[in-house]
């Protein structure tokens, strides 16, 4: 009989008690931190790729043949791993460590940690949620938002991690939704189909469609960002074969430039306004596809008279949308009929719903579709997901590699992740979201693992103000990002390089080993929460006495019992050899709502009707005034026509960073290459810049009422008069550690955005591209960036 390294693991430590019990021997003896010259498969929230070790170290990244299109960012990966802002041992706040629940709460973020050992740092938080629970219940115990720090893991989805070891302590409070795409995933259902991610396959948009209309998307950048890039290899693809690209956009984006499409620039939060002018073009010039319309959707002559002006008075032509839009009234029309005449493709983007009323915009684009009448053809209609790293990507025949369940939350009532500063500030208050109240829980603790709500929720200000307001703050990071600054506790995690997992990708299930032993002081997640749950008592409910190998195999060993098209090897075969078990790619005949349109009785959609609904009776009878029963143009609070946009002109979008995840790898190498003086660029019109005195190069200063932020700028006409872009994600560097209000030396957008209003109180979603600022030429010192430098 062959010996495998796990059999001889096995073998030498008896039953799976014992392997949970040596969590660290059994990583070492399974993964492939050993390697001292060679590759190592691992994967990231940015994709699988090979590290390449010499003399045991990591030196390098080889992209896998599979994944698609080169990025340079991969590159980075040595860096984030031994990176100088990693936390190298647990930490805890000097005010703390000494006063605890009685500490002065305003020092959090001053940056005056102490180190302490491992056992002395889980006694502590042992201790802490223990009195919490004990004192105040397990509401008062909070699970943090973990962001995208470990999306496409399997055993190490580090917000189900933490929430199977709170569940298994008696619960906590959480929250629901996402940053991403709330209104959109809330509304979607409710009027058209279930899923925003939903869309055709790519082959046969190739095939098909003669015209793309990219509706508030940047494909090419956003692709990249995840893994899997097929899909922007897919987009070069579709400008090869000649189909027509149009950019709906503020700024003159990466896609555009690198497809060489046109550019419709339109002025932030005026995205259902264009799409009315739209739909009224194609009524009054007899357009629509009356079939379709008849057939497959329900209320369109409910919502006619909003379109004409017969129910307000205000008729919604081509002139009314450029007013609004700043698109010209003969472009409106043109592009309208362009639509109606070839097969069209809508992409649209979750920028359009990430705005005051953003329910409003994905409606109006699925009204739009519906009176065009192509959805379900090969090649039409309209979708929210071809911007994503595997939107059309054809569906493989492969299993699903399943992940760590968090079990069951004894705690009800989570709140939507928007409101998260809302529900620290307000114990006790009672929202309304879509039809139900909502009481914010009395949060004493904050535990988050692999989040940072300090650079990704909205009003940094604001968020600081919530920060002071529980008793203990618990952070389990490998970085010193901003949110762990502001924490009272600091517990080193390692990164997802120095942990064994396994990857789903595209038609691939991948191994990811640990590179490397976790570096300095740090361990994994696993491993901190099963010693916490030793300290608290079910260590067996959360382990189930299990090894992060024996986890690992077992999800790989569930969908080998699934596979149907491949045999896959044995687990040990599989963690021993390439690693790479790789499925029949699908056959690229998948089109979106095609069951549908052959059938809308037996093959209805989400909603009541089982159709498109341009009117919903369900939205309608929750009586929201900043949600009505049809796609309506509702002001945003904050635009150039707003109150104070005399004060603030310029209207602030912060998209997705084209060289980072979020505000991952805003700390490694590939930084150098696109700060400007050092920090983030913030992209002005020439217009503008010329108005204040402004030059690339120049360090200026972004402001309002809510905050203020340094950044480099970009000088260009390739964004639209009176609009400024500040990527999302930098991280926040303040002046004056700690304080409330101080300047943000590095470029961090969140200074300037609404944490209120909410989309409304239908989904209750976040509004961070409903923004206004002013942005002058900086006069004061160039303050040096502290932002990744490690503490203590």
Not at 212 to 230: E, F, H
Not at 305 to 329: Q, R, V
Not at 551 to 580: C, L, N, R, T
Request: proline letters at 6%; charged letters at 20%; glycine letters at 10%.
């Amino acid at each position: 009989m062959s010996i495998t390294r796990s059999t001889f693991i096995r073998s030498i430590i008896p039953g799976a008690v014992g392997l949970a019990m040596f969590p660290h021997l059994a990583r070492g003896a399974s993964g492939s931190g050993g390697v001292v010259d060679g590759r190592v498969l691992v994967n990231t929230s940015i994709g699988p790729m090979f590290l390449v070790k010499k003399g045991g170290k990591v030196v390098g990244v080889e992209q896998l043949k599979q994944d698609g299109e080169p990025w340079k960012l991969l590159g980075d990966m040595p860096d984030r791993l031994y990176n100088k802002a990693r936390v190298k041992a647990p930490m805890i706040r000097r005010e703390f460590l000494k006063n605890r629940e009685k500490s002065d709460r305003t020092d959090r973020g001053s940056r005056d940690f102490v180190e302490v050992s491992w056992d002395d740092a889980l006694k502590i938080v042992s201790e802490e949620m223990q009195r919490i629970k004990t004192k105040f219940g397990n509401a008062s115990l909070h699970r943090g938002k973990s962001s995208w720090a470990s999306n496409h893991a399997h055993f190490y989805r580090t917000e189900a991690l933490l929430q199977r070891f709170l569940n298994g302590f008696g619960g906590s409070s959480t929250f629901f939704g996402n940053y991403s795409n709330q209104a959109i995933s809330e509304i979607l259902p409710a009027v058209a189909w279930s899923s925003p991610a939903a869309a055709s396959d790519w082959p046969v948009i190739h095939q098909n469609a003669k015209l793309m209309v990219l509706w508030g998307c940047n494909p090419v950048a956003t692709t990249r960002i995840l893994s899997g890039r097929y899909a922007t290899h897919a987009w070069y693809e579709a400008k090869k074969r000649g189909i027509e690209i149009i950019a709906i956009d503020p700024m003159k984006s990466e896609t555009v430039k690198e497809l060489g499409c046109e550019w419709l620039p339109i002025r932030p939060n005026t995205d259902v306004a264009l799409a009315l002018g739209l739909m009224h073009t194609l009524l009054t010039e007899n357009l629509q596809d009356k079939a379709f319309i008849e057939g497959y959707t329900k209320g369109f002559k409910d919502f006619e008279p909003y379109l004409t002006g017969a129910k307000d008075g205000t008729p919604k032509t081509a002139e009314w949308a450029s007013g609004i839009t700043g698109i010209p009234a003969d472009t409106i029309r043109g592009l309208a009929r362009k639509m109606a005449g070839t097969r069209t493709t809508i992409a649209g983007g979750w920028s359009t719903q990430r705005q005051h009323h953003g329910e409003q915009a994905p409606w109006a684009l699925v009204a739009l579709g519906a009176m065009l009448g192509q959805m379900g053809l090969p090649g039409g209609g309209v979708s929210f997901g071809l911007h994503y790293a595997d939107g059309g990507y054809p569906r493989p025949t492969m299993p699903v590699v399943g992940g760590i369940s968090p079990g069951t939350n004894a705690v009800p009532n989570p709140f939507p992740i928007a409101c998260l500063s809302d529900a620290y500030l307000n114990p006790g208050k009672t929202i309304e979201c879509k039809g139900r109240k909502i009481t914010y829980p009395d949060i004493r603790l904050v535990y988050t693992s692999g989040g940072n709500q300090l650079t990704h929720h909205q009003d940094t200000n604001r968020v600081i103000e919530a920060f002071r307001k529980p008793e203990v703050v618990i952070v389990q990071d490998p970085w010193w990002s901003p949110s762990a600054r502001f924490a009272d506790i600091v517990l080193p995690a390692s990164s997802d390089l120095e942990r064994n997992d396994l990857g789903q990708t595209l038609n691939l299930i991948t191994a990811a080993h640990a590179a490397v032993d976790p570096l300095f002081k740090s361990r994994t997640d696993y491993d901190i929460l099963t010693e916490l749950a030793d300290r608290l008592g079910h260590r067996q409910a959360f382990t189930e006495g299990r090894s992060e190998m024996e986890w690992v195999q077992f999800f790989y060993d569930a969908a080998k019992a699934q596979s149907k098209a491949v045999k896959m090897p044995d687990f040990d075969e599989f963690w021993a050899g390439e690693g790479i078990v790789e499925f029949p790619a699908g056959k690229g005949e998948f089109v979106h709502l095609a069951d549908f349109r052959n059938d809308p009785l037996l093959q209805p959609l989400s909603t009541a009707s089982g159709l498109i609904e341009f009117v919903s009776p369900y939205v309608g009878k929750l009586g929201y005034d900043d949600c009505p029963a049809h796609p309506t143009w509702i002001e945003p609070v904050e635009w150039k026509g707003s109150k104070g946009a005399d004060k603030f002109p310029l209207q602030l979008i912060s998209p997705h960073p084209p060289l980072r995840l979020h505000s991952q790898m805003c700390n490694t190498e590939t930084r150098k290459s696109y700060t400007v003086a050092d920090r983030e660029p913030v992209v002005i019109n020439a217009e503008d810049a010329a108005k204040r005195g402004i030059k690339s190069g120049d360090i200026v200063r972004l402001f309002n009422d809510r905050g203020q932020t340094l950044a480099g700028a970009i000088v260009t006409p390739d964004i639209l008069q009176g609009t400024i872009c500040l990527h999302e994600g930098g991280w926040y560097d303040p002046a004056k550690p700690g304080e409330k209000g101080a300047l943000d030396k590095y470029g961090s957008p969140n200074l300037l955005t609404l944490d209120v209003p909410l989309s409304s109180r239908f989904a209750q979603a976040t509004i961070s591209g409903t923004a206004i600022c002013d942005v002058e030429k900086w006069k004061g010192e160039a303050l040096p960036v502290t932002a990744f430098d490690a503490v203590g």
